[in-house]
């Protein structure tokens, strides 16, 4: 119930091609989707959230794709450069609860 | 832009040894946090803590840890008696009272040999 299941574990993407993670969950009463990048040895940083009352949010190169009824929500980056390589972690927390973490996404950029 | 600090950034204790993590949140955020994160894995909950005292804790937050905000801005945790296997890098986070997002410290990688 508490869990969020993210995919795919890692995911090597061509410079400015299209990276798409993927996550799902049970728990309805989430109501607060983050994503998090994270670079070796640093602590994750917020990147983009989401809450289900809006199916799609975009800043910049990232966007938020949410689907309350499937209950699944998805990271997009367009135009992927080498420096977005890292770590991507989906989230997901109901109000003030502790944030449930996905297992990671290892993303590469590749020239 | 408000930042979470942590410190110290490496701690490097003998099994046994009782270590002390501090991080300084947010200054207005009123929710605060412990995650770990054991190299490789995913980033998992240790207990939140709100209005000075414990809200929610995990089962991995045994005994062995305690939380406490001992001056106000300080949050501090606490193992007891190190394992090996609480080597991990330990984030704190806080959060404020409206609808922005957690914000996470850079981290302490706690190794214990």
């Known amino acids: 119930q508490q869990q969020v299941k993210q995919s795919p574990q890692s995911l090597i993407v061509q410079k400015g091609g299209i990276s798409i993670i993927n996550c799902a969950y049970e728990?309805?009463?989430?109501?607060?989707f983050p994503w998090y990048q994270q670079f070796p040895g640093k602590g994750p940083a917020l990147l983009i959230a989401?809450?289900?009352?809006?199916s799609e949010k975009k800043e910049g190169r990232f966007t938020i794709s949410f689907n309350k009824s499937a209950k699944q929500f998805s990271l997009h980056i367009m135009d992927s450069q080498p420096g977005d390589s890292a770590t991507y972690f989906c989230?997901?927390?109901?109000?003030?609860?502790?944030?449930?973490f996905g297992k990671g996404t290892r993303l590469s950029v590749i020239a | 832009e408000p930042e979470v600090t942590q410190t110290p950034s490496h701690q490097v204790t003998q099994m046994g040894q009782e270590v002390i993590l501090r991080c300084v949140p947010i200054?207005?955020?009123?929710?605060f946090y412990w995650y770990r994160q054991i190299l490789g894995q995913k980033v998992e909950f240790l207990v939140s803590?709100?209005?000075?005292?414990?809200?929610?804790k995990s089962e991995i937050f045994d005994d062995q840890f305690s939380v406490e905000r001992p001056d106000g801005s300080n949050f501090t945790l606490k193992i007891r008696s190190t394992k090996l296997e609480d080597s991990a890098m330990y984030f704190c986070?806080?959060?404020?009272?409206?609808?922005?997002?957690?914000?996470f410290g850079s981290g302490t990688r706690l190794t214990v040999v």
């Open positions: 989230a997901a927390a109901a109000g003030n609860t502790p944030l449930v």
């Open positions: 728990n309805t009463a989430f109501d607060y």
């Open positions: 989401i809450r289900p009352d809006v």
């Open positions: 200054s207005n955020h009123l929710y």
């Open positions: 803590f709100y209005n000075n005292e414990i809200s929610e």
């Open positions: 986070a806080s959060l404020d009272r409206g609808r922005g997002g957690y914000t």
